[in-house]
């Protein structure tokens, strides 16, 4: 007596079952390598956007050593005026009410879609980009 009846099936139900779990022992790590590299791109971005924030505050912290800056500042913030000299304030308009925002047409509705796109999205990460 054999234990298989028909040793091709058995042997084609093996391999599809190892493909299927190297495949899903692969997906992962290949969606977390490329959210890593999202966040880097995203970090070294965001690195790029403190290191001119922190230039631009170094130079204020520079300026601010001078008497000219001190005086700049107390005129334009406090509102000081040296002896003899007339100060004048100037007020913004009052704001108008904001118009309501339009309705939402078909055309601008966002795209539907398939189960299979969103499966196609998950394999190549393109969820991820959102």
Known sequence: MT???RPG???TTLLFIVLGAAFLTQVVPYRQILD???????TRAELA???EENARLQADVTALGTDTEIE???REKLG???????????????????APAPPVTPDELPERRTWVD?????????????
């Open 3 to 5: 234990l298989f009846r």
């Open 9 to 11: 099936a058995a042997v």
């Open 36 to 42: 890593s590299q999202r966040e880097l791109s995203a």
């Open 49 to 51: 956007t403190l290191e």
């Open 72 to 74: 700049k500042l107390a």
């Open 80 to 98: 000081y005026v040296r002896p003899g000299e007339t100060a004048f304030v100037v007020l913004d308009p009052p704001e108008e009410e904001a």
């Open 118 to 130: 969103n499966v196609w999205d998950f394999l190549t990460g393109a969820d991820l980009e959102s």
